[in-house]
């Protein structure tokens, strides 16, 4: 709340009493408020747009690359697997071929061919020839199984069938991971014999580790009953159930995203070998793919938080520094305004009083002849020159119109305009004269007055006859607030450098708080009907700021006034 | 001495001829600028006392013309307007300063009048 009472812009809580129908045009507020919206509105929107639009077309490039590269590796890796068996059938096929049933129920021929395979192809632990009636007739390898019958054996029934069998990864018998490949050849007039051979799966491993399986991959063989051909990587050993599901059997390559037991995503590219049991999987975890967009995507939100924050702060700023100007403007309008206001009534009143004055001129001047001639006549008879009523009254007369001359004189001086004089003035000098002025009155209703003097007070500039009006008009009024008895005080200080300040304290009746700010007004008197023209107090005014000056009330109702009038030691230059 | 009084208000002028007459100075008067035109052809007066406002023709443009007719008269000018512009042209028009604002004290303006002539005849 501190804060925001620091920041908060000078015109936030303004509202223009005076405004009418068109106080929207001054809520400051509500411009501020429409501007910072329509603006972070223009240049936040697009940026977030086509920051969006950016994430999802360059997401969605790199999650359809990865599948591609997966896809395509998938495949590669499925043909040289099929490659890789379909040799082996194939360089049996070429045995069988080549050898009669009879050379290769030759046990040292069988065991020269399974050393000749050794060499030329490796892999090849052992070879068998089964005859028709599914014995094994010749056996060469580690094992005595020799005789063996297999008639009953599912493989064999297979390879009788379809002429030849890849069986599943199997342990042998130094707990290496085998497969048997058997093919059947047909001599003629229905009889038949297979030969069987087993493999270790070493080479079969190199096919398949060989891919360099980014972002912690892992490729391998399973069965069809999800069982593990080869190792891996995180998948478990050979012949371990495999933890993923065993995925649908397709022609083709697949991708599928699926989640494992750690709740990691991964992507799954799998594809069926055919003729053989095998399924070729190839597993990544998709986090690990996507990392580097992970890091690119965080640059991206940093960049765009930053120029959020950045297109904020300066619309902000710049909002606010605008507003606050245009409100400044708008005080200085107002204050402009008001000041043309003032002098515009300033100046029809003056222009009033002096077009009454000048109209009651005339008509004075026709009394004052008038009652002047009278007396002229009065005063040459003698009869009538000693009536003392007649004498009386007609000074009466005369003397009303000096009066309501002298009243309209000082209405048509508060217009005229003459230029003021400058004097080296001592101020102590010129109350003395303005209250000696008043001496009488002071001393009728037993007034108490004090002047105090400081010694530091120069001697001023200054026009003597306006400050003579304004220290008596200030007086006059202090002496109407002030019951008989009552205590005034003239004090005359110096108020910093180059200005002094006159203070003029009574213990009179004193200023209700509503009325202080109006009494320099024109036309505004308190004591109506006792005489006041209310003009008093405007004119001393007007006279102080003609002298450069400036006049302040304080007062408090019951207790007392005091008018403070500050004048310049030399008279300021006219701009 | 004689003197021209010019001002619209009649009873004005003639109630101000009749006490300057009272007092030994012989006065005429006129309520317009024609009127005094006329009289100032026909006679010599010492001293003009003009209103500064008068119907159809100013004090200050009589003045002009009463000089061309009677280069040696004196003027003096009374106003019921006690503005800066009645103030400057006045003084502008008259070298002593010669203006007064109604209603005028007789004393003053007999006095003013006399200080006018003897002011000339000290400088022929």
């Known amino acids: 709340m501190a804060l925001w009472k620091t920041l908060k812009p000078v015109f936030w809580d303004y509202v223009d009493a005076a405004a009418g129908p068109f106080a929207r045009l001054f809520n400051f507020r509500r411009m501020w408020q429409l501007t910072v919206l329509l603006t972070v509105g223009v240049a936040v929107v697009p940026l977030v747009a086509i920051t969006a639009v950016d994430y999802q077309v360059t997401q969605n490039s790199i999650e359809s690359e990865i599948a591609l590269r997966t896809s395509r590796l998938v495949s590669n890796t499925r043909r040289a697997i099929s490659f ?30 399974l050393n000749n395979l050794k060499r030329s192809f490796g892999g090849f632990t052992d070879l068998g020839v089964i005859d028709p009636l599914g014995y094994q007739r010749i056996y060469v390898g580690p094992y005595k199984l020799e005789g063996v019958d297999y008639s009953e054996q599912a493989w064999y029934r297979e390879v009788l069938e379809r002429g030849v069998h890849i069986s599943d990864v199997f342990l042998g018998f130094r707990q290496v991971p085998h497969l048997i490949i058997a093919v059947r050849h047909d001599v003629g007039s229905g009889v038949h014999f297979v030969l069987r051979a087993t493999l270790d799966t070493e080479r079969f491993n190199h096919l398949i580790s060989y891919p360099e399986v980014a ?30 599901p065993v995925p649908a059997l397709s022609q083709n390559t697949e991708l599928v995203e699926t989640k494992d ?10 594809a069926y070998i055919e003729q053989t049991p095998f399924i070729l999987m190839i597993v990544k975890n998709k986090n690990e793919l996507m990392q580097p967009w992970y890091k690119t995507r965080l640059q991206l939100m940093g960049f765009l938080a930053g120029s959020i924050t950045i297109i904020l702060v300066v619309i902000l700023g710049v909002a606010t520094y605008l507003v606050n100007r245009i409100y400044l403007a708008d005080q200085k309008r107002i204050t402009m305004l008001h000041q043309v206001e003032y002098s515009n009534k300033m100046a029809t009143i003056g222009r009033l009083a ?15 002849e008038k009652a002047g001639l ?44 003459t230029g003021v004089v400058a004097e080296r003035i001592d101020l102590k000098e010129t109350t003395k004269e303005v209250l000696a002025f008043l001496g009488k009155e002071a001393e009728y209703r037993s007034f108490h007055i004090a002047i105090h003097m400081e010694d530091d007070v120069p001697l001023i500039t200054s026009d003597r006859g306006r400050l003579q009006e304004i220290f008596l008009n200030v007086v006059n009024n202090s002496f109407a607030a002030m019951q008989d008895g009552g205590h005034l005080e003239v004090t005359v200080r110096r108020s910093g450098e180059d200005l002094v300040a006159v203070t003029i304290r009574d213990d009179g009746c004193g200023i209700p708080k509503a009325d202080l700010e109006r009494v320099f007004e024109p036309f505004f008197s308190t004591k109506s009907g006792k005489g006041g ?15 450069g000056g400036d006049i302040r009330v304080e007062s408090e109702a019951g207790k007392g006034t005091s008018f403070t009038v500050i004048l310049p030691i030399t008279p300021r230059k006219k701009e | 001495m004689k003197v021209l009084l010019v001002d619209d208000e009649h009873e004005l002028v003639s109630t101000l001829a009749e006490r300057l007459s009272l007092r030994g100075i012989q006065a005429d008067w006129a309520v317009s600028g024609e009127q005094a035109l006329a009289l ?54 008259t070298d002593e300063g010669c203006y007064l604002v109604k209603p005028v004290n007789i004393e003053d303006l007999i006095r003013k009048m006399n200080e006018l002539l003897t002011a000339s005849e000290e400088r022929p």
């Open chain 1, 354 to 368: 002096a077009g009454v004055a000048h109209e009651i001129n005339n008509p004075l001047a026709v009394i004052n």
């Open chain 1, 374 to 417: 009278i007396k002229d006549l009065f005063t040459m008879r003698k009869e009538c020159a000693q009536d003392e009523k007649l004498m009386k009254s007609i000074n009466a007369v005369l003397s009303s119109v000096e009066r309501c001359a002298k009243i309209t004189r000082r209405l048509l001086g508060f217009m005229r305009n």
């Open chain 1, 533 to 547: 023209t209310g003009l008093g107090l405007s004119i001393t005014s007007g006279l102080v700021q003609e002298l």
């Open chain 1, 84 to 113: 890789f068996l379909e040799e082996r059938r194939s360089a049996l096929d070429f045995i069988v071929r080549d050898n009669s049933f009879e050379s290769l129920n030759d046990p040292e021929r069988l065991q020269a061919i």
């Open chain 2, 40 to 93: 100032a052809e026909r006679n010599s007066y010492d001293v003009a006392v003009l209103d500064v406002k008068i119907p159809r023709m100013s004090g200050l443009e009589l003045k002009r013309r009463l000089n061309l007719a009677r280069p040696a008269m004196k003027f003096i000018f009374m106003t019921g307007h006690g503005s800066e512009d009645d103030f400057r042209s006045c003084a502008a028009e």
């Open chain 1, 261 to 270: 037991a750690k709740g990691r995503l991964n992507i799954v590219g799998y």
């Open chain 1, 215 to 244: 972002g912690g991959g892992d490729a391998f063989l399973i069965n069809r009953d999800g069982k593990l051909q080869t190792p891996s990587l995180s998948h478990g050993s050979v012949l371990d159930s495999l933890s993923l």
